[in-house]
């Protein structure tokens, strides 16, 4: 399978606390994006960065893309109760989306 | 703005049955796209739609699973038999061009098949 993987699978805070998580992915890309899911509701877009930057920002968010490693990493700042969700990364190449498995967040208040 | 519409929203149908979905997607959105997310997992892309024409169905289960966008704005997809392990959440996403990759999904179908 393609399909890129989100580190950890699960992750538990305290409201205010820091969330990090990370994905990786197997081919290619142009861009990587970062999505949001609330439980039985679509995908929410957040952030998107392309292959050739590094850091992005975006309000509470912080995104990272190492290339050479494959990898991404997601900042959420001071966490609050609403970000519980599960978040996903997706890369795009030519015409491929590739979604990973996703990281379930909960922000404890 | 109104957003990705989709129905049903939920569906439960006996294996062998046909099931249909339908999407329609934000006005102006040239990509429209439909992912299946089973349970736990993340969504895998079944069809990509650029106007009316495929751009990707490479992962779409041709000997089961049909879509079709006629006139190049909603859409169906449709499962002919359904098996069990069709049991999932359909979500469509548009987008204004293929180019721009961020996508709009709607809130998904959630499909039981017993």
């Known amino acids: 399978s393609q399909q890129g993987e989100e580190d950890p699978q699960a992750l538990s805070i305290q409201e205010g606390e820091n969330a990090t998580m990370n994905c990786s992915y197997k081919t290619s890309i142009n861009n990587l994006q970062w999505y949001r899911q609330n439980s039985g509701r679509g995908l929410v877009h957040l952030i998107l960065?392309?292959?050739?930057?590094r850091e992005k920002h975006s309000g509470r968010l912080r995104v990272t893309l190492d290339t050479s490693k494959k990898s991404s990493s997601l900042l959420i700042t001071a966490s609050r109760a609403a970000d519980t969700a599960s978040y996903f990364c997706q890369g795009s190449g030519t015409y491929k989306y590739i979604f990973g498995t996703g990281t379930r967040l909960k922000v404890l208040a | 703005e109104a957003g990705v519409a989709q129905s049903p929203r939920y569906k439960i149908i006996e294996k062998r049955q046909s099931v249909a979905f339908w999407c329609n997607p934000i006005s102006g959105h040239a990509t429209l796209y439909w992912y299946q997310q089973i349970l736990g997992q993340g969504p895998k892309l079944l069809i990509q739609?650029?106007?009316?024409?495929?751009?990707?169905d490479s992962q779409l289960p041709k000997d089961r699973f049909s879509a079709e966008r006629l006139k190049g704005v909603d859409s169906t997809l449709k499962i002919q038999p359904a098996k069990l392990e069709d049991s999932a959440v359909y979500l469509c996403?548009?987008?204004?061009?293929?180019?721009?990759?961020?996508?709009?999904f709607g809130p998904g179908t959630r499909l039981t098949v017993l």
């Open positions: 960065i392309r292959s050739n930057e």
């Open positions: 739609f650029q106007n009316n024409g495929v751009v990707d």
């Open positions: 996403a548009s987008s204004p061009a293929v180019s721009t990759d961020t996508q709009y």
